[in-house]
T-cell receptor, first 112, second 113 residues
Framework: DVKVTQSSRYLVKRTGEKVFLECVQDMDHENMFWYRQDPGLGLRLIYFSYDVKMKEKGDIPEGYSVSREKKERFSLILESASTNQTSMYLC???????????FGPGTRLTVL | GDSVTQMEGPVTLSEEAFLTINCTYTATGYPSLFWYVQYPGEGLQLLLKATKADDKGSNKGFEATYRKETTSFHLEKGSVQVSDSAVYFCALGSGAGSYQLTFGKGTKLSVIP
C-alpha cells in the first residue's frame, strides 16, 4: 500500500524556535509538496520539489524553507517559528505532471 | 490564473439524502479535475478524478462529470451515510508544465442519523 508519512501528528513549539517537519514517501515519486491548511482558507501551497535538491516556491513561502537531499524525503523548516504559523501542515507526493497527489496524515503545529 | 470555487458549507444532511456539492473552475487549456475527501484527523484522499471533458469519475457511490461547457465538476451521491461525514475538496491540475494542483476551500459535510 502506498504511503506518505509525516514525522509527528502533533507538535508544540515556542516562538523563535527552529522547527523541522519531515515527510517520507515510499512510492518513488518525483514530486513532493508542502501545504498548510487553515479554516476558511483551504490548502495553500508553501513549497514543492520536482527532483532531488530542486525546489520551487508556492503561494506562501515566506517564513519557510525546505530541503530535499534524498528522493523519498522532503523537509519543511520554520527558521524562527511565530504564532501565525500555528496550522495543520500536509505533505503530499505525486509521480508526475498533473497527477493525483498522495497525502500524509498531517502535522498539527502549535506555536506558543 | 487557475481557480476553483466550491459551495460554502457546512452542509448537514439526514442519512439517505441526496448530496450535491457544486464546484466550478477557471483554467486555461484542458485541466484534469479531482475530488478529494478528508475524514476527521486524517490527510486528504483522492475520491475520484476526470481527465477530459465529458468524463465521469466515480467511487464509493460518488460521481462527478467533467462539464467543459459550464466549467463545472459537481460531486453527487444518491444516498449519503453517516460515514460520509468529512470535508470535500475540489481541485484542478492545469497541466501545461505545471506540477501544482489548485484546491477549492473545502465543503464540510455532516450526515446525521
Amino acid at each position: 500500500d502506498v504511503k506518505v508519512t509525516q514525522s509527528s501528528r502533533y507538535l508544540v513549539k515556542r516562538t523563535g524556535e527552529k522547527v523541522f517537519l519531515e515527510c517520507v514517501q515510499d512510492m518513488d515519486h518525483e514530486n513532493m509538496f508542502w501545504y498548510r491548511q487553515d479554516p476558511g482558507l483551504g490548502l495553500r501551497l508553501i513549497y514543492f520539489s520536482y527532483d532531488v535538491k530542486m525546489k520551487e516556491k508556492g503561494d506562501i513561502p515566506e517564513g519557510y524553507s525546505v530541503s530535499r537531499e534524498k528522493k523519498e524525503r522532503f523537509s519543511l523548516i520554520l527558521e524562527s517559528a511565530s504564532t501565525n504559523q500555528t496550522s495543520m501542515y500536509l505533505c503530499a507526493s505525486s509521480p508526475g505532471l498533473v497527477d493525483e497527489q498522495f497525502f500524509g496524515p498531517g502535522t498539527r503545529l502549535t506555536v506558543l | 490564473g487557475d481557480s476553483v470555487t466550491q459551495m460554502e458549507g457546512p452542509v448537514t444532511l439526514s442519512e439517505e439524502a441526496f448530496l450535491t456539492i457544486n464546484c466550478t473552475y477557471t483554467a486555461t487549456g484542458y485541466p484534469s479535475l479531482f475530488w478529494y475527501v478528508q475524514y476527521p484527523g486524517e490527510g486528504l484522499q483522492l475520491l475520484l478524478k476526470a481527465t477530459k471533458a465529458d468524463d465521469k469519475g466515480s467511487n464509493k457511490g460518488f460521481e462527478a462529470t467533467y462539464r467543459k461547457e459550464t466549467t463545472s465538476f459537481h460531486l453527487e451521491k444518491g444516498s449519503v451515510q453517516v460515514s460520509d461525514s468529512a470535508v470535500y475538496f475540489c481541485a484542478l491540475g492545469s497541466g501545461a508544465g505545471s506540477y501544482q494542483l489548485t484546491f477549492g476551500k473545502g465543503t464540510k459535510l455532516s450526515v446525521i442519523p
